[in-house]
DNA sequence: GCGTCGATGGCA
DNA sequence: GCCATCGACGCG
């Protein structure tokens, strides 16, 4: 398995969310490595994206979904879930993909059906925020044994987004059982 | 197996 | 006053 480089996540945030399907995520912390296969993500495409934070603008919050891509994307949700996304694109684009759900691997038990309880089992945070995901600490593996059957369907937790939010920007591996609550559509 | 609701804190 | 969530309840 290779180390996912800079040049996939300069893609589109759709084709960035679409290829991490089936990629396996690591992270390395307090001496432990945690694996898991991705099989949900979601696409947020840019300012003119109403579900999207970057369509807030350049804000203290938002300011690294304009940065370059393939950093750590992590922010505050509800109080108390840390979401794990991946900035996309070109610089300045303002485009990520929010990591939903992944299957624990290498004989690891966990639940990792769903944005919150994926960050919370790995042990991102926000302190990760802005970190480089080509790095040695948290970082992804394309995985060429593993052929998802990848589907498409709305984002979750959206309704708010007006035109935004029927647009089918969710990805997610139909052969796991993993997929959050929310998924299977 | 559903729908509803409360927890909890950073942000604009 | 929102939220890119989750788990606990109450139902019958």
Do not use: C
């Not at 960050?119 to 394309?142: E, H």
């Amino acid at each position: 398995m290779n180390k996912i480089r800079r040049a996939f996540y300069q893609q589109n945030a759709v084709a960035a969310a679409r290829g991490l399907i089936g990629a396996v995520l690591v992270h390395r912390v307090r001496g432990k490595e945690y694996r898991a296969r991705i099989v949900e993500t979601e696409a947020y495409v840019g300012p003119h994206d109403l579900a999207s934070h970057s369509s807030k603008g350049r804000t203290k919050r938002t300011e690294i979904m304009f940065g370059p891509a393939g950093h750590a994307y992590v922010y505050l949700i509800y109080g108390m879930y840390d979401m794990f996304n991946i900035v996309a694109g070109r610089t300045g684009s303002g485009q990520a993909v929010l990591i939903r759900a992944a299957e624990p691997l290498g004989g690891w038990k966990a639940d990792l059906t769903g944005p919150g309880k994926l960050t919370r089992a790995l042990k991102i945070t926000r302190s990760s925020n802005g970190l480089d995901l080509t790095g040695g600490r948290l970082f992804l593996l394309r995985d060429p044994n593993y052929h998802p059957r990848t589907k498409k369907a709305k984002r979750v937790g959206v309704d708010y987004a007006k035109e935004w939010k029927d647009a089918l920007l969710r990805f997610f591996d139909a052969k796991s059982p993993s997929v959050s609550k929310q998924g299977l559509r």
